[in-house]
């Protein structure tokens, strides 16, 4: 898909259709839509007071604009409701665009002038509007060889009329980077186990690297021996598959290396490339659903995609472990007892707790390689979805700083997080009779013990932990996104990274501004 901008006016664009966001109550007496009902013939405002729009968000109107009238030379148009103008930011532009190019797409539309009008900040809505249409172009019908949507949007405009060009077009390249990068995620969430093991993942990870200019540096099995890494060893021990773990460097222009006691952010991801559960098996129904396994891992990859892109002042190490847990004669058995990298005892009680033992080490390592703070992400438990559901992605750790600007960095792009407590109390649930710790804590508080166990192997360092478990697959379709993988947390931390590079560097832009 081709990606312009235009800050030109919306009559002269030669596009099929104008997609228009249209706020809540809002007439078409004044300013834009004035404009738009007077090119339009008066179609708009009859829309508007025959109330079959009223701008709520989800609502839509499609319209063919009479052939051969004067007015724009776009035919169709599509008023997009987004809510209230107050609330109107770039989270709701990114929405609005993938809402629209969707409707858009099923209509056969192949050229889109999108006006999202928020007028503000040329570049962050810029980007808002591109990262939106291009998540929301992503389908999971990957192998489907009928019946697939084959519609395709050729060319897309992002229109501001008056804006700066050059921060509309630099918004546009940074939302291409952005949803590019979370579709990437998403794409490697979406793939059966068989066709995403951990040496293809690893060589995922080493494409993009290669593409994109990252150092790149994957342990084998002999590696992980060698690091003492016996809680992930444990994970792979049952499967045929050898694990890899993927250290990902990014260092930015004219920097060769991070010294001593100076600030490394490490982001961590569990790679897990299917989750039967181990000799602890799951019960079938549903089973398949554990390919996702892997997407904090990808998560990681995605958002290292980015940041070699959009290089960012600040070095950023992204560690992904991965395993399949498998059972099978070599299987590890419930009671094992395993000794981590940091060198604690793990008594394994369960072995469909094996996210929780593959961080343990992954976390030791990115310490291990300078790391001061981390941020690990993992389809880490069940109850996550029981407490939260699929609106907040549960956030813990020993930061409250960190777990703040995570948070807001979040909200800013419109995806939520929601902390849950992790007092010292909860690590009882995880004390063993035979060895340092076990790997469950019991039916109580899930996924703080869970984060309790990964916090014994985070000392040291500030550590925010992000249960993704019930936010990274959709199980219905939202107007602006597919179903499946929604990779969520790629532009949280990507927004992260950028505002902790504002915030040392003393700068202001961070292109994501938030009014
Ligand atoms: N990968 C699962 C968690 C999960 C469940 C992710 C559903 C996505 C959807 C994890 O490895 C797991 O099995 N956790 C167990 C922990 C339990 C044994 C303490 C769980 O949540 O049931
Ligand atoms: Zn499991
Ligand atoms: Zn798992």
């Known amino acids: 898909m081709e990606i312009q901008t235009s800050a030109g006016g919306f009559a002269e664009l030669d596009v099929q259709a104008l997609a228009v966001a249209v706020f809540k109550d809002e007439r078409a007496d004044e300013g834009f839509l004035k ?41 169709r148009l599509l008023l997009v409701g987004v809510g209230e103008r107050s609330d109107y930011r770039a989270a709701q532009v990114s929405q609005f665009a993938g809402a629209a190019i969707r409707t858009l797409r099923s209509r056969n539309v192949k050229s889109v002038g999108l006006v999202p009008r928020l007028e503000d900040d040329a570049a962050a809505t810029s980007a808002a509007t591109v990262e939106g249409a291009i998540i929301g172009l992503f389908e999971p019908d990957k192998y489907r060889t009928i019946d697939k949507e084959e519609r395709a949007i050729e060319r897309l405009v992002v229109v501001a009329g008056g804006a700066d060009e050059e921060a509309l077009r ?17 794409d490697l969430s979406n793939e059966p186990g068989a066709y995403m093991t951990p040496t293809i993942m690893a060589e995922r990870a080493q494409e993009i690297a290669n593409e994109f200019g990252l150092e790149i540096d994957v342990l084998d099995q002999t590696r992980m021996e060698q690091e003492g890494m016996g809680a992930l060893l444990s994970v792979a021990r049952g499967s045929d598959q050898p694990p890899k773990m993927m250290v990902l460097t990014y260092m930015p222009d004219g920097k060769q290396s991070v010294e001593d006691g100076e600030d490394f952010l490490a982001l961590v991801g569990k790679g897990i490339t299917f989750d039967t559960g181990g000799i602890s098996i799951k019960p079938s129904e549903n089973m398949e659903l554990m390919k996702y396994d892997m997407t904090g891992g990808a998560t990681v990859l995605g958002v290292m995609r980015a940041v070699a892109q959009l290089k960012p002042p600040i070095p950023v190490l992204g560690v992904v472990p991965s395993t ?79 777990i703040n600007e995570v948070i807001e960095s979040g909200r800013e792009v419109g995806e939520k997080f929601w902390q849950l407590p992790l007092d010292k109390e909860y690590t009882k649930q995880i004390k063993s009779d035979i060895a340092d710790i076990k790997n469950v804590g ?21 550590w925010a932990h992000l249960d993704i478990a019930g936010t990274a697959w959709g199980d219905e379709a939202k107007p602006f996104r597919s179903k499946g993988p929604t990779g969520v947390a790629v532009r949280t931390l990507l927004n992260f990274v950028e505002r902790e590079s504002a915030r040392a560097g003393g700068a202001k832009e961070t292109g994501r501004k938030n009014k």
């Open 170 to 186: 630099r918004g546009a390249e940074r939302g291409r980077v952005v949803g590019e990068s979370v579709n990437f995620t998403r």
């Open 324 to 402: 399949e847990n498998m059972p099978s004669g070599k299987a590890t058995k419930p009671g094992d007892v395993v000794r981590a990298m940091s060198g604690k005892t793990i008594e394994v009680i369960n072995t469909d707790a094996e996210g929780r033992l593959i961080l343990a080490d992954a976390v030791s390592y990115a310490k291990k390689l300078g790391a001061t703070r981390v941020i690990d992400m993992a389809t880490l438990t069940g109850a996550v979805s029981i407490a939260l559901g699929d609106v907040n992605t549960g956030i813990l750790g020993t930061d409250q700083e960190l």
């Open 442 to 462: 019991g039916r109580k508080a899930g996924t703080i013990t869970a984060a309790a166990f990964i916090k014994e192997f985070a000392d040291g360092i500030s």
């Open 35 to 75: 404009e738009l009902d007077e090119a339009s013939g008066g179609l708009l405002s009859s829309v508007l007071e025959s109330e079959e729009l009223k701008g709520k968000e989800g609502e839509s109107v499609y319209l063919h604009l009479p052939a051969g009238a004067d007015g724009p030379k776009a035919k």
